[in-house]
């Protein structure tokens, strides 16, 4: 419900986590779409981002794959104000981490991992169930966040701005 998609967000501190989920809840994206997202699939005037890649783990191994899980998975999405602004306070907080970083791998991620790498996708369904757990619903996955009905009406509102 709307409710608890916003208690789920409200007990998020940092930043790039809080940004995360919002753009799960936002957007429907699946969990390896909206780690495969890079800087240049995101446009902040036009209010959109494209989907062009996944990230994957594969033998233990994260890495950015440059396809999607099928043809039609590569596609455009629009965004609400209230997403850009957080996009806007993500990168800052991202650019932030990378002048302090000794080691960064530039992948020009929207959510880069500690250094710059690939995020794990496990550890997102991890935090998901932490979170989720903490608002009483131990049940809900990362990926119910696509079929939430919350996320469907933010998606349907959004296109309707076209």
Known sequence: SKEEVETFLEQIDDVEWHALFKLAFTTGLRRSEI???TWDDV???QKTLTVNQT????????????????SSSRRSISLD???IAELLKLRTCVDMRRLKATNWRN??????????TPRD???VSLKCQKLA?????PDFTMHDARYSSYTRYL???SRSKL
């Not at 992948?107 to 710059?116: A, D, I, M, Q, S």
């Not at 757990?133 to 619903?137: K, L």
């Open 133 to 137: 757990t903490a608002i009483g619903r």
């Open 55 to 70: 990230v994957l783990r594969i033998d233990e191994v994260t890495t950015i794959s440059k396809t999607t899980k099928n």
């Open 35 to 37: 780690l495969g997202l």
């Open 155 to 157: 998606i349907i509102r």
């Open 121 to 123: 996708p496990a550890k």
């Open 107 to 116: 992948n020009n991620l929207v959510f880069p991992g500690k250094f710059g």
């Open 81 to 83: 104000d209230k997403t």
């Open 43 to 45: 446009n902040l005037k």
